[in-house]
């Protein structure tokens, strides 16, 4: 009960010291598009699964894997989230539920994971620069991402009200060409969709394995901003119904654009990354020789990774302010803008990270990072069934329905489909993805011998 006590002082003084602070928070609508931004940004991106997994799958993938993924992640999160909203979300909510060491494990899989996909944010962006540049060399390739990131980071200082205003310009920009895409693209139905359902002679871990692990990375994310519950307004209000709108939208902004493009484009068999552009070109045609709604389509895309990397900066660089609060990285990066009352040194220390790997490319990347995404999303599930039988009496202002029957859907649909995706990857997946997942565990145990005893908060707050 001590350590309760302890935990509800040292949260009511860290709300009462945000209260008294500049840092401005973000109300429903800005969280809206942060939270979408984040977690979807666009349809770009998904069009390897139509060539790895076939149209037909890639379409069922689309609108089955939400019921076991997002769906009941985002349950979960809304759940918790009205229960303890801390900054740090889901890494307290597993340090609560399971300890000190499964906590650091969802901290640091999470931290490490923004790596893999910070810096390939920035490299998409600049990879699309390459069609009205082709002569780009690799060093102004390189500065071009390095620079976004700068401006990014700079964005993410000010503050998440700044980072949603931003968010929001840059989906309304995005929006407008995808939803004529789909207009158009379903007003020229010419091919089934659906046909093929799978590749032939495909092999099948592509198809259910790098496939379904790509799908899983399309429909991540939805705990991620429950790391920012201290900046928004009524947390406890706000995020269940951010999720109710962010998890459809999500849906349709990746479905109905793919079943647009192959019911009017077709060629199934060409769609890789950037084919949404191609696809758009078919279906619009030219104005003045040129594919106006392809070129249309090609900026969204770069847009769209704008915005991908601007939420991926927000939401992952708050993990490691917390778990310097609780004492396992250096206290530096628990330091505050005076002006903004952002953790801004743990901001620029993982900018500068996703700029050193900055050089890497996405596709390289996904299937280790799935890996590291599937045990931090499993474990904050898990932690939803654990903190129900620990801690009932922490009041929940939204709960997941259907009582235990509920429960056992948002916990175990997650669990196995995670075990189903990463059984099903290839050879490089497994090994890249368990040594990424081992090094937590050896981390943790150099940094706990490092640890002062009872720094930083305890893990179990209460609102």
């Avoid at 945000?18 to 969280?31: C, E, H, I």
């Avoid at 490299?123 to 780009?136: C, E, G, I, Q, T």
């Amino acid at each position: 009960m001590k350590a309760v006590e302890s935990t509800i002082t040292v949260t009511n003084q860290r709300q009462s010291s945000l209260t008294q602070s500049t840092l401005r928070k973000a109300g429903l609508f800005y969280l809206v598009f942060v939270m979408f931004s984040y977690t979807t940004g666009g349809p770009f991106g998904l069009e390897d699964m139509v060539t790895t997994s076939g149209p037909g799958m890639t379409l069922v993938y689309l609108l089955i894997l939400p019921f076991f993924w997002c769906i009941p992640v985002s349950l979960v999160s809304a759940e918790l989230t009205t229960a303890m909203p801390v900054e740090g979300g889901f890494y307290r909510w597993t340090r609560a539920a399971f300890g000190d060491f499964w906590g650091f494990l969802a901290g640091w899989w999470n931290w490490t994971a923004s790596f893999l996909l910070g810096g390939a944010y920035a490299v998409l962006f600049s990879d699309y620069l390459k069609y009205p540049f082709p002569n780009m060399t690799w060093w102004q390739h390189y500065l071009v991402s390095a620079a976004l990131i700068a401006v990014l980071t700079w964005i993410n200082v000010r503050g998440i009200k700044m980072v949603g205003q931003v968010a929001t310009a840059l989906e309304i920009f995005i929006f407008i060409p995808v939803m004529t895409m789909v207009v158009m693209g379903l007003a020229h139905w010419h091919h089934n969709p659906f046909s093929p359902l799978v590749p032939p002679h495909q092999a099948t871990f592509k198809v259910f394995g790098v496939g379904l692990a790509l799908g899983l990375w399309l429909y991540s994310g939805y705990e991620q901003l429950s790391t920012v519950a201290e900046e928004v307004e009524n947390p406890q209000r706000a995020y269940p119904r951010a999720l109710a709108l962010v998890v459809p939208l999500s849906i349709a902004a990746y479905f109905l654009p793919t079943l647009a493009g192959l019911a009017s484009a077709g060629n199934w068999d060409h769609w890789h990354t950037g084919f949404f552009s191609d696809a758009a070109g078919i279906i619009g045609g030219t104005f003045h020789g040129r594919p106006w709604l392809g070129t249309w389509m090609t900026l969204a895309a770069m847009v769209g990774n704008v915005a991908l990397l601007n939420s991926t900066v927000l939401t992952t660089t708050r993990m490691p302010f917390a778990m310097a609060e609780d004492g396992y990285l250096p206290q530096a990066l628990t330091r505050k803008h005076s002006r903004y009352g952002t953790p801004w040194l743990a901001i620029v220390v993982s900018a500068v990270i996703y700029g050193l790997l900055a050089w890497q490319s996405l596709a390289e990347l996904i299937s280790v990072y799935i890996w590291l995404r599937s045990a931090t999303t499993v474990l904050t599930v898990l932690s939803a069934w654990k903190l129900r039988r620990m801690r009932p009496e922490i009041k929940r202002s939204f709960t997941v329905p259907g009582g235990r029957v509920g429960l056992l859907y948002v916990v175990a649909a997650p669990v196995v489909m995670a075990i189903v995706a990463l059984v099903g990857g290839d050879k490089f997946a497994t090994i890249g993805g368990a040594v990424a997942i081992l090094v937590g565990p050896v981390v943790y145990g150099i940094v706990r011998r490092r640890k002062p005893p009872d720094v930083g908060p305890s893990p179990t707050a209460v609102n």
